[in-house]
């Protein structure tokens, strides 16, 4: 599974969003298992990957699992549950 992060630099709530999620994957032991990565919209590269995911708000988080989309989150990291659900993670 890989987490896709949509972020600008200097951007507050998406650091936090970041920092959230990253809480929740440490936390379960899935740091490893997980592959995550940050795509910095205020470049022309993350703009153009940001615009073919349909990403137009920031911060925004894409779980994908062999290149399906399972999940996004909108100006929002994830609830607890939700991410859990999600990951398959038990309670």
Known sequence: M???YFVKQDC???ENAKQKVGFFLEKWGMTD???TEAIDVGT???LVEAAMKGVGDIPTIIL???GEE???WI???PLSDELREM???AA
Do not use: Y
Request: negative net charge; glycine residues 12%.
């Open 44 to 46: 022309e590269d993350g």
């Open 87 to 89: 990951l398959g993670v």
């Open 33 to 35: 298992s997980i592959e």
């Open 2 to 4: 890989r987490l896709v």
């Open 12 to 14: 507050s709530a998406c």
């Open 75 to 77: 100006k929002r990291a």
């Open 64 to 66: 994908e699992h062999d």
């Open 70 to 72: 399972l999940g996004r």
